[in-house]
């Protein structure tokens, strides 16, 4: 049986085609996607490529679906079930992954990167990385444990807490995550987004008051909201890495006495632990974090194109996109 994908072949295109379903192995599942989300990681994928990108690829990491076929050896799963699949395939028994740092193993192998992710009508999955979906939660809420997930590794590895107060530069999907994430977590968040229209739906500011932070993270490739963050810390304030740079513009000045003598820190966050999945749907299935109405634009795979636009031009908040719907 053949299913409708998108494929990329080469660094700058991509294709709405047909390929084979494939069969899973024995400790992996099919499943029919419902819905997968649209970030700006894939618009970096597709337009200028990513460090970790095997091509040919399907991409499409935030998935969420119904299994449909099971494995021989598959337990604890079931046709029928509704799943979030987390992206990543570890190893286990590594240093990272003894620690609960999956993200960080050496043997790591991220669906949508390494192998086909959710941009078709199905995805084979390991059952290793299977969640299941709590069933108060539909699809489309389900589908943000993703970026949710990464958002609170960031939080984690910021220390993030009761009444620590956070500045946030960005305001776009991921910035509204972390914002309301680090409220859930009982910190008092701030965003920062020259987007008026972004910032102020988040009750943020066009620019940096004139203020410090507990905790400052960037949720925006910008090496200019990098070098005003960290001066926008406090002592023993942590900056958090959330977003990369382009390899030519990711090298900044830091004062190592201002680190020094104010004991701060610098960390980075990159993706996100299985662990964080689970966190993350608890934080969605009870309320703790809102999510349906970031969803701004719901669109069929076919229109990829339109929908990478909406995400370069900042013209939308969150953009899910349906395999499964609108056949043509």
Same mark, same amino acid.
């Given at each position: $049986?053949?299913?409708?994908?998108? $494929? ?16 899973? $192995? @024995? #400790? ?74 999956? +993200? ?6 991220? $669906?949508? /990167?390494?192998? #086909?992710? !959710? /941009? ?32 609170? +590794?960031?939080?984690?590895?910021? @220390?993030?807490?009761? #009444? ?45 008051? @004139?203020?410090? /932070? ?27 890495? /959330? ?16 680190? &020094? ?14 662990? &964080?999945? &689970? ?6 299935? @009870? ?9 701004? &634009?719901?669109?069929?795979?076919? #229109? ?11 013209? !939308? ?12």
């Amino acid at each position: $049986m053949e299913m409708k994908c998108i $494929m990329v072949r080469n660094i700058g295109a991509f294709e709405l085609t047909r390929t084979p379903i494939g069969n899973p $192995m @024995d #400790d992996e599942v099919v499943i029919k996607v419902e819905v997968t989300g649209l970030c700006r990681t894939d618009l970096k994928l597709i337009r200028v490529g990513h460090r970790d990108l095997v091509l040919p690829r399907i991409p499409g990491e935030e998935v969420v679906g119904i299994i449909c076929k099971t494995g021989s050896a598959v337990t604890g799963f079931r046709e029928g079930d509704r799943v979030y699949v987390y992206p990543g395939i570890w190893c286990g028994i590594c240093p990272s992954c003894l620690a609960g740092a999956q +993200n960080l193993c050496r043997k790591m192998r991220i $669906m949508g /990167f390494h192998r #086909d992710g !959710g /941009f078709a009508e199905y995805v084979i999955a390991p059952a290793q990385s299977l969640i299941a979906v709590p069933p108060v939660l539909t699809a489309e809420r389900a589908v943000f444990a993703e970026p949710l997930s990464c958002c609170l +590794n960031a939080l984690e590895l910021g @220390d993030v807490g009761k #009444d620590k107060s956070v500045g946030i530069w960005g305001a776009g999907p991921a910035g509204t995550l972390l914002h309301r994430a680090s409220k859930a977590l009982g910190a008092e968040p701030f965003n920062i987004d020259p987007d008026q229209q972004r910032s102020e739906r988040i009750r943020g500011a066009n620019s940096c008051p @004139d203020r410090t /932070f507990d905790v400052c993270i960037v949720a925006v490739g910008s090496k200019q909201a990098y070098e005003e963050a960290i001066i926008r810390l406090n002592p023993r304030g942590r900056l958090v890495v /959330f977003s990369g740079l382009s390899p030519l513009d990711d090298r900044l000045p830091v004062s190592f006495n201002q680190l &020094h003598y104010n004991e701060q820190m610098l960390v980075g966050a990159y993706g996100c632990s299985y662990r &964080h999945g &689970h966190q993350a749907l608890s934080f969605i299935a @009870d309320g703790r974090v809102a999510v349906e109405d970031m969803i701004s &634009h719901r669109m069929p795979l076919d #229109d990829l194109g339109p929908a990478l636009e909406l995400v370069e031009n900042r013209r !939308g908040m969150k953009i899910l996109l349906y395999p499964q719907a609108w056949e043509k």
